[in-house]
């Protein structure tokens, strides 16, 4: 059933496809790239150039203020003042770490009533070489590998993908060059005497969704990770939609159907079926899940690892033996059983690993798997240069092509990354397309100058982001009137500092941290905190295989939030609605909404209302400070600044009224400060830290708290 509603879907496509005219130009219709495809200033390798002349020349800090002020002056605009030190000490702090600075550190850096250079510098590389660097920038790097912890498609089943997820973590605090980073994830498992953490680096293509369903053609989905593998490799790498050139050719971008499966001839010999066999809880169908999810990584620890190998050298023994007595036979079912049970607890990773013999690959017809045309030979795309010499017609000679110095997109595609990353906005705002659809450059010769020194500093990405983070560009205000707002509402022209609502992992674990409730524990499997009951069975239908979603209970509770369990099939819905993506393909870049859901979301989730008690029990136990003080600790510890003087009045009105209410109503004041598992101090008074919890709960959904300025 499913198949051939692939197959009309996909005949569909190639209608419409052919009905649609192409209108070149269109969005930027004076711009003569877009008429030649192949002079798309995409296509053609960066160029490095002299920096602009600036008429405000003490302006800038380093090259990247020149393009940036160049850009400026040439449409008559100005920069805006330089941030006050304690909005850039949490802007950087967030942007680096994902978590805000504490009113300690803040103001020992504000010793001297100001952020000297030398102290925002000193205070960029600590940051930089923090190990929640890596957990925050791997937020970014999951979405666009579609990185989850389920297979997807109708049962959603689990499985293990969390060691490539610590590997990312890892390789980015190690500041791991991103030539190596890429080759590693590409082809880490053909690289020369390849290490445990360069085949784990492997599981970058195979984060797909892989179906579990009955009655679907094994072919027909084994091409359908392969296409998959296609689609990751070019967006996250390249910002191409290569996708488009499956059913026909690519009607805006110089790509021909022939050469998409040119490409795709690099994915096509995986040692791999395109569907996962029965579930690891039945213990006699564990082995055959294990080969139609091959190929995977055994990572046992110690005990398992010497259990296994003693299991198997005897099961070889009694399974070579052609003359089994009875009680050999029965030995033999025993230990396949015990097998079976210690595959079960053991951890496996779905790596990639080439077939011996390389599979034929075909031209095929409309996208439809079983419709062979031509044969082809792996390639890349005749608008690119060619595979560097002596580079293999394998995924490492595609991965030497794409980190190769002649390669014109993949150092733009990753600094542009950096870039939304602290700007909201790419350089090219459509960061998933470069092509001749894509927008243009805002600021053309300074992407190419990042992208060149991004090369020349041998792909070291810590040292661009410094540069990006001690550019005067970075380091303006946000603030902004509403005349400049509507001149230039997404900051296009970068005459401000960047503004914008977090992620909700980070405001997630903005909460857990200034409530002092965060768990610091780095890498190990995937976590599960609260979640509304009975949403994976919503999904899940009848199936009893997934739809029951166990809580973990402790610290395991509080951990950062790159840690929780993704189910493709029901993300975690307090993420979901900050606009987390499904993950089922590579997600580029997030929307950003604001809707109320959020905040009821901010004020009734138990994550943030235990999060407000742990906030209020923080600013309670400093005994000796009075209410107002105890306002403003809190309102530093959320926003980083103290409150106004109106401010503090509204809340010291809040805690007033509230406090009232819940001497008169105890009982509500009890169930408030229960929610969660963390157990409220019993040394409080709980009338009283039910009120402070009602401050904190308003300090945490305040905008300021949520949003990046």
């Given amino acids: 059933m499913q198949s051939h509603f692939i197959g009309r879907l996909l005949i569909c496509c190639w209608i419409i496809g052919r009905l649609v005219t192409p209108v070149s130009g269109e969005s930027q219709p004076d711009h003569p790239d877009r008429i030649n495809a192949k002079n798309h200033w995409a296509f053609m390798r960066p160029r490095r150039l002299p920096l602009p002349h600036v008429g405000k020349t003490n302006w800038p800090r380093n090259a990247i203020d020149y393009f940036v002020l160049d850009r400026m002056e040439q449409h008559g605009l100005v920069p805006s003042p330089v ?11 967030l942007d680096i770490t994902g978590l805000p600075p504490t009113p300690q550190e803040i103001d ?36 666009v590998s579609r990185y989850a912890d389920t297979n997807g498609h109708n049962t959603d089943s689990g499985r293990s993908m969390w060691p490539w997820r610590d590997w990312v973590v890892q390789a980015l605090n190690e500041n791991k060059p991103y ?29 797909h969704i892989i179906n579990h369903e009955g009655g679907n053609f094994i072919e027909e989905y084994r091409i359908e990770n392969v296409v ?21 050719e690519h009607k805006y971008d110089p790509i021909s159907q022939p050469e998409f499966y040119r490409f795709a001839a690099f994915f096509n010999n995986v040692a791999e079926v395109g569907q996962v066999g029965p579930q690891v809880n039945n213990l006699t169908s564990v082995t055959r899940w294990i080969s139609f999810m091959k190929p995977l990584l055994e990572l046992p620890d110690a005990q398992q690892r010497s259990k296994l190998n003693s299991l198997r050298q005897r099961l070889r023994q009694l399974e070579d033996n052609p003359e089994k007595t009875d009680e050999e036979n029965e030995e033999l079912g025993e230990l396949r059983g015990q097998r079976d049970e210690l595959y079960k607890s053991t951890t496996m990773a779905l790596v990639m690993e080439d077939l011996p013999e390389p599979r034929q690959t ?71 397309d470069f092509g001749i659809q894509g927008d243009l450059p805002s600021h053309p010769l300074l992407l190419d ?7 020349r500093t041998g792909w070291n990405v810590k040292a661009v982001q410094k540069l990006i983070l001690n550019s005067a560009t970075y380091r303006q205000s946000s603030q902004v009137t509403a005349e400049a707002h509507a001149r230039d509402p997404e900051n296009r022209q970068l005459t401000r500092g960047p503004r914008f609502r977090m992620s909700g992992e980070m405001i ?21 905190p609260y979640q509304p009951a009975g949403l994976w069975k919503e999904v899940d239908g009848l199936t009893e295989l997934a739809g029951v979603y166990r809580q973990d209970h402790g610290g395991a509770l509080f951990r950062r939030t790159v840690y929780t369990y993704w189910k493709r099939g029901s993300p975690p819905p307090a993420l979901l609605v ?27 989730d138990p994550t943030y209302v235990e999060a407000a008690r742990g906030l209020a029990e923080r600013v309670l136990n400093q005994a000796d400070l009075t209410p107002e003080a105890r306002i403003t600790l809190a309102f530093r510890l959320a926003t980083a600044r103290p409150p106004q003087s109106a401010e503090r009045d509204v809340l010291l009105s809040v805690f007033n009224s509230q406090l009232a209410r819940f001497r008169e109503n105890q009982s509500a004041a009890i169930e408030l400060v229960r929610v969660g598992e963390s157990e409220p101090n019993q040394q409080l008074n709980t009338q009283e830290l039910a009120a402070w919890t009602t401050v904190a709960s308003i300090i945490l959904n305040l905008d300021e708290t949520i949003t990046k300025r």
């Avoid at 590409?186 to 984060?207: M, S």
């Avoid at 997630?508 to 941290?513: E, G, I, K, P, Q």
């Avoid at 089922?584 to 009821?600: F, G, V, W």
């Fill in 108 to 143: 020992d850096l504000l010793r001297s009533q100001s952020l000297r250079d030398n102290d925002y510098t000193s205070l960029i590389d600590r940051l930089l070489g923090s190990p929640h660097y890596g957990e925050r920038m791997a937020r970014q790097w999951l979405d």
């Fill in 449 to 455: 100058w990042l992208a060149t020194e991004l090369v």
């Fill in 362 to 432: 075909f031209v095929l017809v409309r996208g439809q798997y079983d419709q062979h045309a031509e044969k082809v030979n792996a390639g890349v795309p005749s608008i690119f240069p060619p595979l560097p010499k002596h580079a293999p017609p394998n995924r490492l000679g595609l991965a030497q092509w794409l980190v190769d110095a002649s390669h014109p997109l993949t150092a733009r595609v990753a600094v542009n990354r950096l870039w939304q990353s602290y700007f909201g906005i790419g350089l090219v705002k459509t960061t998933e």
């Fill in 228 to 248: 998959d593998r296609v689609h990751a490799t070019a967006t996250v790498f390249m910002g191409l939609t290569m996708k488009c050139a499956r059913c026909h």
């Fill in 508 to 528: 997630r674990d903005t909460a857990l941290a200034v409530s002092g409730l965060l768990n610091h524990r780095m890498g190990g499997p995937s976590v599960r």
């Fill in 83 to 93: 941030a006050d030190g304690t909005t850039l000490i949490r802007r950087v702090a």
């Fill in 578 to 604: 900050f606009d987390a993506p499904v993950r089922e393909t590579c997600a580029m870049r997030r929307s950003r909404t604001n809707t109320p859901l959020q905040s009821l979301v901010l004020l009734n």
């Fill in 179 to 207: 030539d190596q980073f890429l080759v590693e994830q590409i082809a880490g498992d053909l690289l020369p005497n390849a290490t445990l953490q360069q085949r784990i680096a492997t599981g970058f293509n195979r984060n």
